[in-house]
């Protein structure tokens, strides 16, 4: 896939060891060197695409391995340990990730068709990314080299891919993020409450 190969490209040129936290809101790059054992943490709700390499994700009972080509997407704050399972200084793990913006995605299910796929009850999904998503993907990393178009253009291709997200696989997972009173809504707040005391 073409526009997976660049974007693993640009994400190569862009991205400092370890997590880069980039100019763009609720974006960072991730590039690792070798395989390592990552710590526990609470990861906010994101949808993280893997370029190149392997990782391991621990959430309670369940493993989950997701590689080159594959987005993680999670709809809540979730618990988890891991690991980076394949990484070399010749062929680093790469992947991007964008936090997910509930109020940008309850905006968009309103003016989406009812026939959009319906939620899940799993809170979690890994799905093969498609062009038109890498394609999302690319343009939002290419806007690093253009920080003059970043707050303009960075909101809307963001919309373009919550969109595209929602309308794919993983829409029903997004639809979880954007509840304000289902099941997944109360245990976000339980973890905000725990954080905080």
């Known amino acids: ?9 640009e994400v190569l040129a862009c991205a400092a060891d370890d997590l880069t936290a980039t100019t763009i809101p609720r974006v960072d790059l991730y590039r690792v060197s070798q395989p390592m054992a990552l710590p526990p943490e609470i ?6 695409l893997i370029l190149q390499g392997e990782k391991r994700l621990q959430v309670g ?12 997407t999670a709809s809540f ?7 980076i399972t394949e990484a070399s200084e010749a062929s680093p793990y790469l992947a991007v990730r964008l936090t997910l913006d509930f109020a940008a995605i309850s905006d968009l299910l309103h003016q989406m068709p009812v026939t959009a ?13 498609d062009d038109a998503l890498a394609d ?5 990393v290419r806007l690093l080299t253009k920080p003059e178009e970043i707050a303009v253009m960075a909101p809307l291709v963001e919309r373009e891919m919550l969109y595209r997200l929602l309308q794919g696989t993983q829409g029903g997972v997004l639809r979880q993020a954007a509840e304000l009173n289902g099941h ?3 245990i976000r707040k339980a973890l905000v409450w725990l954080r905080a005391h």
């Open 61 to 72: 009972a369940q493993s989950i391995r997701y590689s080159a080509g594959e987005m993680f």
């Open 77 to 83: 704050d979730l618990p988890a340990t891991g690991d």
């Open 43 to 48: 990861y906010p709700p994101f949808v993280s």
């Open 136 to 140: 999302v993907w690319l343009r939002m």
């Open 184 to 186: 997944f809504a109360k």
């Open 117 to 129: 796929l319906p939620a899940t009850n799993k809170g979690i999904s890994v799905n093969r990314v």
């Open 1 to 9: 896939m073409k526009g997976l190969e660049a974007l693993r490209d």
